[in-house]
């Protein structure tokens, strides 16, 4: 299975909030942020491991600044770090005020995403090719989270 370098591992994402995308007090649904953040990372793990990729846990989400009805919604997603079958997927939310271009940090999250095979088993996922710094410190950061995570589950497991 041949590396894929990390800049192949990006997209980025852009979303016109309508009237169904707003909630009571006139912000967009956190729940529609979720949703978009979530199918961003698929499309960013599939492409990295041209297998399907389900989402396996997706790490806190902080609403940062609110979304008006209007706004333009722009999400990054990066493939950050890799282990054999697992991928972690980095997601940057920003909101852009259409008639300012004025851009808010909105969300951020990593969520973790598992290759599965013909029989919906996990298999394993492409190295990362690591081009810069950043990405070396990414990297380097996602190890850290895994880290994190198993021993989370270690102390709740299933029943």
């Not at 894929?4 to 309508?18: D, K, Q, R, Y």
């Not at 972690?88 to 599965?116: M, N």
């Amino acid at each position: 299975m041949q590396a894929i370098p990390a800049s192949n591992s990006t997209a980025e994402f852009t979303h016109l909030v309508l009237p169904p995308d707003i909630n009571a007090i006139g912000s967009i649904f956190g729940g529609r942020i979720m949703e978009w953040i979530d199918i961003a990372a698929a499309i960013v793990a599939t492409r990295h491991c041209r297998k399907v990729a389900v989402t396996a846990s997706m790490d806190a989400l902080h609403f940062i600044s609110p979304v008006k009805l209007g706004d333009i919604v722009i999400i990054k997603a990066s493939v950050d770090y890799v282990h054999n079958t697992s991928m972690e997927i980095g997601v940057r939310v920003e909101s852009e005020e259409p008639t300012t271009g004025i851009r808010k940090h909105t969300a951020s999250s990593y969520l973790t995403f598992v290759a599965l095979d013909e029989n919906g088993k996990p298999t394993p996922v492409p190295e990362l090719i690591l081009e810069n710094e950043e990405q070396k410190k990414l990297f380097e950061e996602g190890r850290e989270r895994r880290e994190e995570r198993l021993k989370w589950k270690a102390r709740h497991p299933q029943t």
